[in-house]
Structure formats: C-alpha cells, structure tokens
C-alpha cells in the first residue's frame, strides 16, 4: 500500500482565508494611498457665460465672451454692463493667475462704447491652469498703482474667472470698433429674443391662470345656495379673494403686453443699427 502525505482540510481553509486577507490589504493600501500616486483634480472656477453678476457698487455685468488664441498667447474678454460707465469713474482691470495671486498685470481696453467693454489679454501662458480678471472702478483722475491696499480693495467690484478646460480655443484676428459692435449687437438681438420669449410664455401662464381663477369663482357661486349662512359668508370672502387675484393677473397681463411691446420696438432698433453698421 502506497504512502503519501495526508492533506487536512484545516491547512487548505488556512490558505484560502490567508490569500483573501492578503488581497484585501493590498487593495487597502492602494486605495488609501492612492492620493499620493494619483494627482486629485482641482475644481473647476469660471465665470458662467451669459449670466449677470452682481457687482460691489451695485451694478450688474454680464460676459459674453472669453476666447484664448493659443499661438498668439493672448486672451479676449467680451463684457456687458446693465448701464453706461459714469463719466466720473473708469473701469481698470487686472489679471492674475493662480499661481501668483498678488503679481496682477494691466489689461488693454480695446474697445469701450456705452455700457460695452472688449479686454486683451497679452502674454497668456499656454498651461496657465485658471485665472482671474480683477476689475476696478476709480475716479477719473486716480491712478490704481498709487492707492493704499486699503483704497485698492474698496475700488475692487468684481473678479470674474476662467478655467483652461472651460476657455474657448480660438484664433483671434485682428478686429476694428465696427466689428465689436456688430458683436455687441448680435448678442443684444439674441438677449432681446430671450426676453420675448420669457414675457410671451408668461401671458400663456397668466391667461391659463385666469381662465383657472374664473371657473373656481362659477363654482364656488353655483354651491351658495345650499350653504347655511355662515357658510355663505365665508364662501362669499373666497370668492371675493379670488376676485382680487384675478384682477392682480390682468394687470400682470397689461404690464406683460406692454413690455413686449417695448421689445419688440427695441428689436426693430437694433436691426436698423445692424445694417446702419454693414453700409
């Protein structure tokens, strides 16, 4: 009779719970350290296009635009206030990056027209990961590099930001103040739209609401009869608070008629100027 070793069934479940142990702790250790091989992302910070923001001295300003010309190193930042630069002020602005926060640069206005700014930035570095465009409002007669740090931070009134994954890639040419107008217009017109469609889609609401508003007053009228008289009374408020909501959506509705009218008038106007700009 052939002798061998026994194999025990304690050894075998030994291993086994042994290599799972081990595979659990390796994956322990990658994963928990996985921070130190991995770079985390950093978040995303970049104005959002198209949205107004709110500004220190109570203005509102909107950018349009924000394109990156690779090759030439260079930025363009397209803003939109809600109303024209007082003539006893002048907007500077500023850019840093985030790699040196306090090391700010001056930025070339290059075209400026009512409530309309077009800002170059030169000397963009290719892997500038994000930065910040500071904007300041001084008195005319001030200079921004002679204020106290104090003075610098009260004329500070917004600090709009752009991420290299958020940029827009582009080739920028060469452009004149006819063709940054036509710009500005174009984005006027598609605003303009906006509204319309805003301002029509709320007198559907307004209708559909007074509509609703007329047929709980029939019924609540139809049931007055059948009420004891306390009963009445208080249907009889309901009814009149109805009443006053649908008087508050009429004129919601004439206001609504009213300033479509407006734009519409102010899209016209902004068609002539487009083709005053293309003669």
């Known amino acids: 009779m052939q002798t061998g070793k026994r194999k025990t069934l304690t050894r075998d479940w030994s291993r086994l719970y042994l290599g799972t142990g081990m595979f659990f702790l390796i994956g322990f250790l990658f994963f928990g350290f996985s921070s130190l091989f991995f770079a985390e992302e950093q978040p995303i910070n970049a104005t959002p296009i198209g949205e107004?923001?709110?500004?220190?001295?109570?203005?509102?300003?909107?950018?349009?635009?924000?394109?990156?010309?690779?090759?030439?190193?260079?930025?363009?930042?397209?803003?939109?206030?809600?109303?024209?630069?007082?003539?006893?002020?002048?907007?500077?602005?500023?850019?840093?990056?985030?790699?040196?926060?306090?090391?700010?640069?001056?930025?070339?206005?290059?075209?400026?027209q009512d409530e309309h700014y077009v800002f170059e930035i030169e000397d963009v570095p290719r892997d500038f990961d994000q930065l910040a465009l500071r904007l300041y409002v001084i008195e005319s007669q001030q200079s921004l590099e002679k204020l106290s740090a104090t003075k610098r931070e009260e004329a500070l009134v917004e600090s709009l930001y752009m991420d290299q994954r958020r940029v827009l890639r582009t080739s920028l040419s060469t452009q004149q103040a006819n063709d940054y107008a036509q710009l500005f217009l174009a984005d006027e017109h598609v605003q303009s739209q906006k509204r319309i469609k805003k301002m029509k889609r709320e007198q559907m609401e307004q209708a559909s609401?007074?509509?609703?508003?007329?047929?709980?007053?029939?019924?609540?009228?139809?049931?007055?009869?059948?009420?004891?008289?306390?009963?009445?009374?208080?249907?009889?408020?309901?009814?009149?608070?109805?009443?006053?909501?649908?008087?508050?959506?009429?004129?919601?509705?004439?206001?609504?008629?009213?300033?479509?009218?407006?734009?519409?008038?102010?899209?016209?106007?902004?068609?002539?100027?487009?083709?005053?700009?293309?003669?």
Do not use: C
């Open 52 to 112: 107004e923001q709110r500004l220190t001295n109570g203005q509102t300003v909107t950018l349009l635009d924000w394109s990156h010309d690779e090759e030439r190193k260079q930025m363009r930042v397209r803003l939109q206030f809600d109303q024209p630069q007082d003539y006893a002020t002048k907007l500077v602005a500023h850019v840093a990056y985030k790699e040196q926060p306090t090391d700010e640069k001056r930025v070339h206005i290059v075209y400026h």
């Open 209 to 279: 609401l007074i509509q609703k508003i007329e047929q709980d007053i029939e019924t609540k009228q139809a049931t007055l009869p059948d009420l004891t008289l306390d009963e009445q009374v208080e249907r009889e408020d309901e009814i009149f608070n109805l009443k006053q909501d649908k008087e508050d959506a009429l004129l919601r509705q004439t206001e609504l008629k009213k300033q479509l009218t407006q734009e519409e008038k102010r899209q016209d106007q902004l068609r002539i100027k487009a083709r005053e700009l293309k003669w």
